[in-house]
C-alpha cells in the first residue's frame, strides 16, 4: 500500500461523494446572489439528480445489503453501514432542501407575482375556479381504488405522483371504508396556471396535490374523507440484460423497459401531515424500513416545479441569456461543403462548447449528407434526443444513397427508449445500424467523413468529449476536434471497423481506446511524471473529468505525489481520491467547479519533460469507463489547441474563486474565496470565447 494510513482511509465512499456534489448544487440555489429563477433551477436539478441516485446507487447498495452483506468496499464499510450514512447525510439534504423552498424561494417568487395558490388561501371566486378546472379536467381521469379483498394495493409505477385517502362510512354496497389509493395520470399537469384576473398576480398557478386535496371528495360521494395525502414511491430502475443469454439486444432491452417502472422500491416520499400508520402501511407494502421514508413539506417531486423556470417569461429573474459565438472559419455565410472540409484539412479546429456554438458540428454533417464527393459517414450515437437534426440528417443521408453507419448505444441509461426509435429508423431507410459491444457500453464520440478527392478517399473526423446532443451542447462544458490528420482518421476508421465487425485488438497510431489502452498508457503516464519528479527534474499533471473513482489510478496518484509531482485535478463531481493528507497526497489538490454550466469535459496533462502532453476524451477515471466501455481519448498536436486547452481546463479553473470548491483531507469541500480580484471560470469563458459580457448595460 502506498501509505501508512489504513487501507480504508485510502478512498472516500461512493455514495456519500455523491451527496457532498448535491450539496455543492443547492449552495448555489442557496446563494442569494443568484437570480430567483435560477435559484429554483437548481433545486430542482438536486430533486432530479436524488431521483436518479436513489433509482441506480441506493438501490445498487441495498441489492448489496441482499446478495452480500459482509463485503466491505474500498472504504471499509458494509453495505448496510453505507445505506445507513447514506440515509442520514440524504435526510439532511432534504430538510434543507424543504426549508430553502419554504422559507426563501417561494416568498421570494410571491414578491416578484409568481404565486402558487395552495387550497386553504383560496378566495371564494378561485375555489370555484378550481373545481371546475377539477371538475371537468381533472376528475375525468382519476381511477380511485378502495383497497379490500376485491381491490388488492394498485401496482405503481416509478416515481408517480399518488394519493392515500382515509375514508369513514358506508358505501353504496355497504362497504366499510378505510383508505383509497387515488393515482394521478402522467398525462394531467401538475401545475395549472390560474387566470390572472383571479389570481391578483400575473403567474398565479395551482398544483394538483391541491386541487386534489380540495376536491378528493367528489370521488367518494355519499363518503367523510379524514384525510388526503401526497406519496411517491422510488423504485430500482437498472436493467439487466444477460450478456450470455441475449440473441438480440434490442429485443432483449425492449423486454426490459416495460419492468422498469416497477422495480423494488427503494425510498418513500409523502406528505409530513401524513398519519404514522399510513406511513406504516405504505412502508410494510413496498417492504421499506423507516429510514427509506421522507417526510417533506411541499410537492413530493420538486423537480416538476421545473415548469416554472422554463414557463415564465421574466428575463430579469435569469441568468442573462447567453448565444454562443460561431468562431472562424464556420461563420461565414453560405459555407460551401468545399470550403468546409477544405478549412478542416488546412489544420485541426477546435470548439469549445457551450461557450462556442455546436452549429459547426451540424454543419459539417449538413456538408457530409449533401456533398456528392462524400461516399459514407460513420458515427457513434450515445444521447442525441428525441428531436435531433443530427439524426435526420444521418437519415437523410442514408435516403440519398451513402453509406451511412451509426453505432448506436442501447444501454445509454434512460435514453434507451429514444435510442432504440431512432435506431428502427435508421434501418428503414438503409443506414447500417449496430449496437456495439454486447458487455461494452460504447461510451466513445465520433464522427468520420470519407470523402472523394482528387481520385482518392480522404477522411475527416470530428472527436468530441460530450454528445451529440445539441441542447445539452448549450449547457455542458465539452470540446470538440474537427481534422483532416491521417493517423487520427485512420484510427478511428478501425475503431469503427472493431465496432462492427470482429477481429483483434487493433495497433492504433496515436488514439487511446478503452477498454485496451487507455487505462495502461494513463497510469503509464502517470509514472513517468513521478520518475521525472525522483530524478529532480519538474513534473506536473493536471486532469479534468466528471468522477474520479479508480482505485488503482488513484493509488498511482498517491504514488506520484509522494515523489513530488504537483498534480492538480478539476473533478465536478464525485471523487474518491482523498487529497492534502500529508504523506500521502500532499501535493494533490482536487477541486469542483459548479456552476451555470454543467462540467462534462475530460482532460488530461501531463509535462513529459517539457514536452508537453494533452488528451481529449470521453472517459472519466472510473472502472466502468476503463474497462467496460469503448472510450476514446486523442491527442491535441496543434501548438495552440494545446495551449487553449491547458488555459481553458486548467489555468482559469484553478484561478475560479467565485464557483470553485476545493476538497480537504476529511472529504469535506469548502468554498474557494481569497481577497484577489473576483474570477469566475464560466463568466471569462463566456466572455472570451463568446464576446459575452455579463456585467455590459
Keep these: 500500500m502506498v501509505a501508512r494510513l489504513p487501507a480504508k482511509d485510502l478512498f472516500l465512499n461512493r455514495e456519500l461523494a455523491l451527496l457532498k456534489f448535491n450539496e455543492r448544487v443547492l449552495a448555489l440555489a442557496e446563494d442569494d446572489r443568484a437570480p430567483l429563477l435560477e435559484r429554483l433551477r437548481f433545486l430542482c436539478i438536486v430533486a432530479s439528480n436524488l431521483d436518479e441516485f436513489f433509482e441506480i446507487r441506493v438501490a445498487s447498495l441495498h441489492e448489496q445489503v441482499r446478495q452480500n452483506p459482509g463485503a466491505r468496499g474500498l472504504d471499509g464499510r458494509t453495505p448496510a453501514e453505507v445505506v445507513q450514512r447514506v440515509s442520514e447525510a440524504a435526510h439532511a439534504l432534504v430538510e434543507r432542501q424543504y426549508a430553502l423552498l419554504n422559507r426563501e424561494v417561494l416568498p421570494r417568487l410571491q414578491a416578484e407575482g409568481i404565486v402558487l395558490h395552495m387550497a386553504q388561501s383560496w378566495t371564494p371566486a378561485q375555489r370555484a375556479w378550481a373545481h371546475e378546472v377539477f371538475r371537468l379536467d381533472v376528475m375525468p381521469l382519476l381511477t380511485p381504488i378502495g383497497l379490500d379483498p376485491a381491490h388488492p394495493f394498485p401496482r405503481v409505477f416509478n416515481k408517480s405522483l399518488n394519493f392515500a385517502v382515509q375514508l369513514s362510512g358506508r358505501d353504496a354496497f355497504g362497504r366499510n371504508a378505510a383508505i383509497a389509493i387515488v393515482q394521478a ?89 401524513s398519519p404514522v400508520e399510513l406511513e406504516n402501511f405504505l412502508l410494510k407494502e413496498f417492504s421499506l424500513t423507516p429510514a427509506d421514508a421522507y417526510r417533506v413539506d411541499g410537492p413530493v417531486n420538486l423537480a416538476r416545479l421545473m415548469q416554472l423556470v422554463n414557463g415564465i417569461n421574466r428575463p430579469e429573474l435569469k441568468f442573462p441569456p447567453f448565444r454562443a459565438a460561431i468562431p472562424s472559419p464556420f461563420d461565414r455565410n453560405n459555407l460551401t461543403p468545399d470550403e468546409l472540409f477544405k ?69 445509454a441509461r434512460f435514453d434507451e427508449q429514444t435510442n432504440i426509435n431512432w435506431a428502427a429508423r435508421l434501418e428503414e431507410v438503409g443506414a447500417h445500424v449496430v449496437y456495439g459491444v454486447v458487455g461494452h457500453k460504447t461510451h466513445a464520440k465520433m464522427a468520420l467523413v470519407l470523402r472523394h478527392e482528387r481520385g482518392r478517399i480522404r477522411r475527416y473526423g470530428h472527436l468530441g468529449t460530450g454528445n451529440y446532443h445539441p441542447s445539452t451542447a448549450r449547457l455542458y462544458t465539452d470540446f470538440g476536434l474537427f481534422t483532416a490528420d491521417a493517423r487520427m482518421c485512420e484510427d478511428m476508421e478501425q475503431i469503427f471497423s472493431q465496432l462492427t465487425g470482429l477481429g483483434a485488438r487493433r495497433h492504433l497510431k496515436c488514439l487511446l481506446q478503452a477498454p485496451f489502452s487507455l487505462h495502461e498508457t494513463m497510469v503509464a503516464l502517470v509514472r513517468r511524471e513521478a520518475r521525472h519528479a525522483r530524478a529532480g527534474k519538474p513534473a ?92 476514446v481519448a486523442f491527442p491535441i498536436f496543434d501548438p495552440a489547441l494545446k495551449k487553449r486547452v491547458i488555459d481553458e481546463s486548467f489555468t482559469f479553473a484553478l484561478r475560479d474563486n467565485q464557483l470553485a470548491w476545493q476538497q480537504q483531507p476529511s472529504g469535506d469541500y469548502v468554498r474557494v474565496r481569497s481577497r484577489r480580484r473576483p474570477f469566475n471560470l464560466h463568466a471569462h469563458l463566456m466572455k472570451a470565447l463568446g464576446g459575452f459580457d455579463e456585467t455590459a448595460g
Design 343 to 411: 478549412a478542416i484539412a488546412t489544420q485541426d479546429r477546435l470548439l469549445h462548447h457551450p461557450y462556442q456554438s455546436f452549429q459547426p458540428v451540424i454543419d459539417f454533417l449538413t456538408a457530409a449528407a449533401a456533398d456528392p464527393g462524400v461516399v459514407a459517414i460513420k458515427q457513434t450515437i450515445y444521447r442525441t434526443g428525441e428531436d435531433s437534426e443530427l439524426m435526420r440528417l444521418l437519415l437523410a443521408a442514408a435516403r440519398s444513397g451513402k453509406e451511412v453507419t451509426v453505432v448506436v448505444e442501447l444501454m
Design 540 to 631: 506536473r499533471i493536471m486532469a479534468k473529468m466528471n468522477s474520479l473513482l479508480e482505485p488503482s489510478v488513484i493509488e498511482e496518484l498517491y504514488k506520484a505525489s509522494r515523489a513530488g509531482v504537483r498534480i492538480d485535478l478539476v473533478v465536478r463531481g464525485v471523487c474518491t481520491l482523498r487529497a492534502g493528507v500529508p504523506g500521502l497526497s500532499e501535493n494533490i489538490t482536487v477541486r469542483s467547479i459548479v456552476g451555470r454550466f454543467l462540467e462534462h469535459s475530460r482532460v488530461f496533462y501531463f509535462l513529459n519533460g517539457g514536452q508537453e502532453m494533452v488528451y481529449l476524451a470521453s472517459a472519466d477515471w472510473m472502472d466502468r469507463n476503463f474497462f467496460r466501455r469503448v472510450e
Design 185 to 273: 395520470p402522467r398525462a394531467l399537469p401538475r401545475l395549472t396556471q390560474m387566470p390572472p384576473e383571479l389570481s391578483g398576480h400575473p403567474h398565479g398557478y395551482v398544483m394538483l396535490t391541491s386541487f386534489m386535496q380540495a376536491f378528493v371528495g367528489d370521488l367518494f360521494p355519499g363518503m367523510t374523507v379524514d384525510g388526503c395525502y401526497q406519496w411517491r414511491l422510488t423504485r430500482n430502475s437498472d436493467l439487466f440484460v444477460d450478456d450470455e443469454e441475449i440473441t438480440n439486444l434490442r429485443q432483449a432491452l425492449q423486454g426490459e423497459l416495460t419492468q422498469r417502472h416497477f422495480g423494488d422500491g427503494v425510498r418513500l416520499e409523502l406528505a409530513d401531515s
